[in-house]
């Protein structure tokens, strides 16, 4: 109620990382303000082909501990 004065209000809100700016979308309605913020799309999940060396015939003596 302390912020309804009579006259023009404004109030502006800092939006972090994670935004995605182009699909704000804003609603007023019986007094009421519905701000819809969504999130930005995550990055592709994309493939990384894994390849593996031929073995090089080595040993490689080491000893395990115990924690």
């Known amino acids: 109620m302390a912020e309804r004065p009579q006259g023009s209000f404004t109030r502006r809100l800092s939006l972090g990382e994670g935004v ?6 804003a609603a007023y309605g019986n007094g009421v303000l519905r701000v819809t913020i969504p999130a930005a799309p ?5 493939r990384i082909e894994v390849t593996r060396e031929p073995a090089s015939g080595r040993t490689v003596a080491g000893s395990a501990a115990n924690e």
Do not use: N
């Not at 995605?20 to 979308?25: F, I, S, T």
């Not at 995550?42 to 994309?46: D, E, G, L, Y």
């Open 20 to 25: 995605d700016p182009d699909h704000l979308a």
């Open 42 to 46: 995550k990055a592709q999940a994309r």
